[in-house]
């Protein structure tokens, strides 16, 4: 699990909501969530989410993290 994104998630209230900031469905953010990969045009959204508590460099690092 990615827990940069699962702290994205928490801040943002759930999955649900994080999906629709990003414009993408439910599953795409449960796969993110998964350690699926994140295409880079929705890690500026991701970051933005969560008002500046999570950057995107974090969110970048948690990408390669093994």
């Known amino acids: 699990m990615n827990k940069i994104i699962?702290?994205?998630i928490d801040e943002c209230g759930g999955q649900k909501k994080l999906a629709k900031i990003c414009n993408v469905k439910q599953p795409t953010v449960h796969r993110w969530l998964k350690g699926g990969g994140?295409?880079?045009k929705y890690i500026p959204l991701i970051?933005?989410?969560t008002n500046g508590k999570v950057t995107e460099?974090?969110?970048l690092a948690?990408?390669?993290e093994g």
Do not use: P
Request: no cysteine.
């Open 38 to 40: 994140i295409n880079a």
């Open 6 to 8: 699962k702290s994205v």
């Open 62 to 64: 948690s990408l390669t």
């Open 57 to 59: 460099s974090e969110i």
């Open 47 to 49: 970051a933005r989410a």
